[in-house]
């Protein structure tokens, strides 16, 4: 996801290579981030943060266990810094407990379409943004796709939703191919349908912003095939499904946050 950022960033001129810097464990990764893109890359992270300007954007895209096992020094080098955090379930004061003098921290939802600037990111502030920073996080996270702001509190239920929804659609369309394939037709081609299926329906709903249940309708005539599977589909309880599957996913995102 980190890889993704920076690759908008670079792509749309946001900020300059020079002017980015990444470092990661003792893996590759950073290293070929920077080959990828320009970028700077260092193995000292107590010289790329004290490097960031203040004001300036610290960007933490580690696995959320990970934050306790960060070096204590970091509380200090964020001081006067922005802090960005993609970290899935921590809360913006488990964050200023770590870095308390932070300018400021940013809490983030990003998912995984956004790897291709297709995704869709949510972002909650500890503290009331300037025009300008406004501007530029909501360019930096424009990167990965579409951006909204929302309170903390909103942000297990968009978690629920887009920061999860990824793995629901990609689940029907793998139900969709295999309900396809079990109807007789090769797998292959079955795959093929449904994949095409559900892109060209999203943008139909992007391109004519319509309601999805009235584009529903408009594809279902009385008595027809469609009508037929749709009551299949309440009979069996589908949109309850869904209810139950994103409560699921909030309740659960609400846990690991107080954790």
Avoid at 113 to 128: F, H, L, N, T
Avoid at 184 to 207: C, D, F, I, R, Y
Avoid at 216 to 227: A, L, W
Wanted: charged residues 20%; hydrophobic residues 40%.
């Amino acid at each position: 996801m980190v890889s993704a950022i920076v690759k908008g960033m670079v792509k749309s001129k946001v900020f300059a290579s020079k002017d980015i810097a990444c470092t990661s464990a003792h893996n590759t990764s950073a290293a070929k981030l920077s080959t990828e893109t320009g970028i700077k890359h260092t193995m000292d992270l107590e010289e790329l943060i004290t490097n960031v300007e203040n004001g300036g954007y610290v960007v933490l895209g580690f696995k959320p266990q990970q934050l306790l096992q960060m070096p204590e020094g970091l509380a200090q080098w964020t001081q006067g810094k922005i802090v960005i955090s993609i970290l899935a379930g921590t809360l913006i004061e488990k964050l200023r407990q770590r870095y308390p003098d932070a300018a400021n921290i940013v809490r983030v939802m990003p998912n995984t379409p956004g790897q291709i600037g297709a995704g869709v990111s949510a972002y909650a502030v500890e503290k009331e943004l300037s025009d300008k920073q406004r501007a530029e996080i909501e360019t930096i996270l424009g990167s990965l796709g579409v951006v909204h702001a929302v309170t903390e509190d909103k942000i297990d239920a968009v978690t629920g939703i887009s920061g999860s929804g990824p793995a629901y659609v990609f689940e029907f369309i793998a139900a969709l191919a295999e309900a396809g394939a079990t109807a007789g037709l090769e797998p292959e081609m079955a795959s093929n349908l449904a994949l095409h299926t559900v892109m060209g329906a999203a943008k139909l709903v992007e391109q004519t912003k319509e309601d999805p249940e009235i584009l529903r309708n408009k594809v279902t005539s009385p008595n027809g095939t469609t009508q037929a599977a749709l009551e299949s589909m309440k009979a069996n309880g589908f949109r309850s499904l869904i209810d139950k599957a994103v409560k699921a996913c909030v309740n659960r995102s609400i846990e690991l946050s107080r954790s």
